[in-house]
Structures are given as C-alpha cells and as structure tokens.
C-alpha cells in the first residue's frame, strides 16, 4: 500500500460524514459481484472490540457499537434480500432482524427489493426460544433452518412459528443446499448473516462467505470464553484457512470499519501479488494443498 493510500484511510474523524463512508461502502458492496450463480451473494457484518470478542465471557453485553455502527448494519440490511442469524443471538438479544425505519425501506424500494427483508433463523436441533423478540414482529416472512436432530414436537412448534421450516442435514446444517435453497425458493440474491461467532464459524468453513464486514470498537472485553467472529472446531491446518483480501477501511471517529473480500483458496501461481499468502507450489496431480505449498510471497 503506498504512503498516499494509507494515509487516505486513516483521514481525520471530521473529513467524511458517517453517511458518506455508509453510502460508500454500500456502493462497492453492491458492485461486488454480478448475480450470476445459484447461491446468494453472502455478507458477513459483525461489531467486534479490539480484542475480537463480539460480546463478554457472560454474553450479558453484545452491543457496544456506536450509533453509526447501528445505522451501517441498517444500511447493509437494505441491500439483502435476506438476513440470518443463530438461535443463540436470537434467543439473547432483543432483535427483530427487519430493515429499520422508512427511511431505509424506501432505499430497499429504490433498489428494487422488498420492503421488509426476510429472516432467517438457524437451529440445528430446534432449541431456539419460541419467546424470542424476532417472533414478535410479523413484517416479514421467518424462515427457519434446522437439522434432522430437531424431534417431531420441536418441528410441529417452529412450524406454528415460522412461515417455513426446512431440514437441511442430519446433525449440522448443510448450508450449501440451504443457501441453494433459498436463492431457489425464496429469491435470496444476498444474504446479510449477522453472527453469532458458531453460525459465522460454519459459513466460513463452507467457503460461502463473499464478504466480511468488521465494525472494530475501541473496547477490550477479554475473556477465554467470550465468543469471537467465528467459533466452532476452527480451521486447523493454514490451508483450511478462509482467506480474506482486504477491500477498504474507514475510520469514523474511534472505530474502523473494515470490508475484506473473499479470496478464492487457491490461486494459480504467477497470479500472486507481493505480500499476500498464496500457493507457489503446485502440489501433485490429485494431491490436496498443505501447509506446506503455502508461503508468503516476498
Ligand atoms: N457483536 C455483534 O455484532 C454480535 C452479533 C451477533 C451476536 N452476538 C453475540 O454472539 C453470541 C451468540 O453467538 P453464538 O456463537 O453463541 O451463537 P449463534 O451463532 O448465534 O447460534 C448458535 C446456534 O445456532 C445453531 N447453529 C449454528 N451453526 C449451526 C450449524 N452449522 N448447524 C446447525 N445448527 C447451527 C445452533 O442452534 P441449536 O443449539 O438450536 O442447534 C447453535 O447452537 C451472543 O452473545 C450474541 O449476543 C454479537
């Protein structure tokens, strides 16, 4: 990164209004990618402290963001046709997952989408809290996904709760025919996921995420068992790694605003730039990449 650009993207608090830097990272969001595929185009945005955790050990505080980092996640709202979330963000936090006021319903119109965003909620075995906040506000359609471990009495009870409930997987959620799914059924070209850390967790492993959204605050929390952007087993080998590049930052006033992009796992020698981690060995014809074929560029 050269001096100047570096400098451009820590400018003064004072030079860029929030609504610009909102607007412009909506722009190159929606310039990210032409709708050509089957599966929705998947957004990731988080609010984490500067240590990374996205709410304390006691998950009792999980909003520390700003004003402006709630009226981002409004505005990223208003360019999905969907947003999803886990039970356990769902059971703890009072959301409803709807696109905010008239102001961004109108922008959601302008951009040729629905009014009010579908929602989706993920439970692998049904255990999400039927009192829950999401359930209370009936804007648009709840859609639920779930596993086979989810019993019939579970299922009957998301059923009078949700406008659909679709099984996808045994024990975890298979998120590639869900995802397939939704894009299918229920005309979701953009998916905004927003958390918690084990739903984020295996999206991340499935390759589906196309672009990370980071609202980094200046808090520190601690805490070995706070949850983080991404929980889950983890990747273990580097290669296992999803692989961000990042796109933009933005400074307003004391938090950055990060956007990464998406880098496919492996990329085909000489393709490479300076600085980034990339395959420079090809590994043998059927064999998997390791550890080992990775090396930083220097
Ligand atoms: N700072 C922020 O921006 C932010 C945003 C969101 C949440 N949070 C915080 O994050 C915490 C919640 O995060 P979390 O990681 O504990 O929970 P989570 O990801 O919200 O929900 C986890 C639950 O979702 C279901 N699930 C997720 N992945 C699944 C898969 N692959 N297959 C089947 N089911 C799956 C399971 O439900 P079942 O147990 O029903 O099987 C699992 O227990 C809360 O403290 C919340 O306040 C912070």
């Not at 102001?103 to 909620?121: C, M, P, T």
């Not at 995802?179 to 999206?203: I, P, T």
């Not at 949850?227 to 080998?237: E, F, V």
Request: charged content about 25%; proline content about 4%.
């Amino acid at each position: 990164m050269s001096l100047k650009s570096k400098v451009s993207s820590l400018k003064s608090p004072m030079s860029e209004t929030t609504a610009q830097v909102t607007q412009r990272t909506v722009r190159t969001t929606l310039d990210a990618r032409p709708r050509t595929s089957d599966f929705p185009f998947v957004l990731v945005n988080m609010a984490m402290t500067a240590d990374g955790k996205i709410a304390t050990a006691n998950r009792q505080v999980a909003s520390f963001g700003s004003e402006r980092d709630h009226e981002h996640l409004l505005e990223l709202r208003a360019t999905a046709d969907a947003v999803m979330s886990g039970a356990r963000t769902v059971d703890t936090m009072k959301v409803n997952l709807g696109p905010g006021g008239a102001k961004f319903r109108r922008r959601r119109r302008q951009r040729g989408l629905a009014e009010y965003n579908v929602r989706v909620l993920v439970s692998g075995n049904g255990s999400i809290n039927p009192e829950a906040e999401v359930f209370k506000h009936r804007f648009s359609p709840i859609i639920i996904l779930t596993t086979q471990q989810t019993a019939a009495a579970k299922l009957n009870q998301l059923r009078a709760l949700a406008d659909e409930v679709r099984v996808c997987g045994k024990t975890k959620i298979n998120f590639r025919s869900a995802l397939r799914w939704l894009h299918a059924q229920w005309g979701v070209d953009r998916l905004l996921c927003e958390g918690g850390g084990e739903l984020n967790a295996a999206l991340f492993q499935a390759g589906l995420v196309d672009e990370l959204h980071l609202t980094v605050c200046p808090k520190v929390f601690g805490g070995r068992t706070a949850p983080t952007i991404a929980d889950g087993s983890g990747a273990l080998p580097l290669a296992a790694a999803a692989r961000f590049k990042l796109k933009s930052t933005r400074r307003v006033a004391d938090e950055m605003y990060l956007v990464y992009e998406k880098m496919s796992r492996v990329r085909s020698p000489g393709a490479h730039r300076k600085g980034e981690f990339i395959a420079i060995t090809n590994p043998a014809p059927g064999a998997k990449w390791t550890d080992r074929s990775l090396t930083k560029f220097k």
